[in-house]
């Protein structure tokens, strides 16, 4: 597995304010995903965000909503845009290292008020 | 037809019994199954992994494939009140690692 931390935990924030969530691996690995878990939904993957190229969006996310950065194999970085109530989530980065598995951070659950 | 689909429970069962999960999909060329463990405000844990028809056992847990009928499932043996929790069935339709979750079950093992 890799050790996945991510800042922040948790936080609350004021509608139309950005937040940019960090995704840091103990480990290289090529790609890292994010998903978001909206209350009481199953996981859904934002994007693909690979290292030297453009983060890959799902149907419904785009970037100028959830920009993602990936400046090298351990970190990435999430940012909710112009945040408004429905933003209220967890949002979870998710790594595979190479086995096929994915393993999630402890997640950061957002609060907009 | 939802993707993967799980029954939201919740399903209660007694402490040392079998607990039964099941999961269902619904695109044949899916490659990959996977049970996660969510515990309330926690992220979800990876407890099984399958990839080929029939059984897969680690400890308590066995994971069930049956490909010609899409259908996934979690045997949890000797069910302990720490089992309390959502399980996520995850399916990876192809080799690019994007999985899609099932909405969950909620397990709860009553002492």
């Known amino acids: 597995s890799a050790v996945i931390s991510q800042k922040p935990s948790r936080d609350i924030c004021q509608r139309g304010t950005s937040l940019t969530i960090q995704c840091q691996v103990d480990?290289?690995?090529?790609?890292m995903f994010w998903y978001r878990q909206q209350p009481g939904q199953s996981l859904t993957l934002i994007a693909t965000?690979?290292?030297?190229?453009?983060?890959?969006?799902e149907s419904g996310f785009v970037i100028d909503k959830f920009p993602i950065s990936r400046p090298n194999l351990t970190f990435s970085t999430l940012t909710v845009s112009n945040m408004s109530p429905e933003d209220s989530s967890i949002y979870l980065c998710?790594?595979?290292?190479?086995?096929?598995?994915?393993?999630f951070g402890e997640g950061s659950r957002l609060t907009v008020l | 037809q939802k993707e993967v689909e799980q029954n939201s429970g919740p399903l209660s069962v007694p402490e040392g019994a079998i607990a039964s999960l099941n999961c269902t999909y619904s695109?044949?060329?899916?490659?990959?199954f996977f049970w996660y463990r969510q515990y309330s405000g926690k992220s979800p844990e990876l407890i099984m992994s399958?990839?080929?028809?029939g059984d897969k056992e680690d400890g308590r847990f066995t994971a069930q494939l049956n490909k010609a009928s899409q259908y996934v499932s979690l045997l949890i043996r000797d069910s302990q009140p720490s089992d309390s929790a959502t399980y996520l069935c995850?399916?990876?339709?192809?080799?690019?690692?994007?999985?899609?979750f099932g909405k969950g079950t909620l397990l709860t093992v009553n002492p």
């Open positions: 695109d044949r060329v899916s490659q990959s």
């Open positions: 399958i990839y080929s028809n």
């Open positions: 480990s290289q690995v090529t790609m």
């Open positions: 998710s790594v595979d290292p190479g086995t096929g598995e994915l393993f």
């Open positions: 995850a399916v990876n339709r192809g080799s690019n690692y994007k999985l899609t």
């Open positions: 965000a690979n290292q030297g190229s453009e983060a890959t969006y």
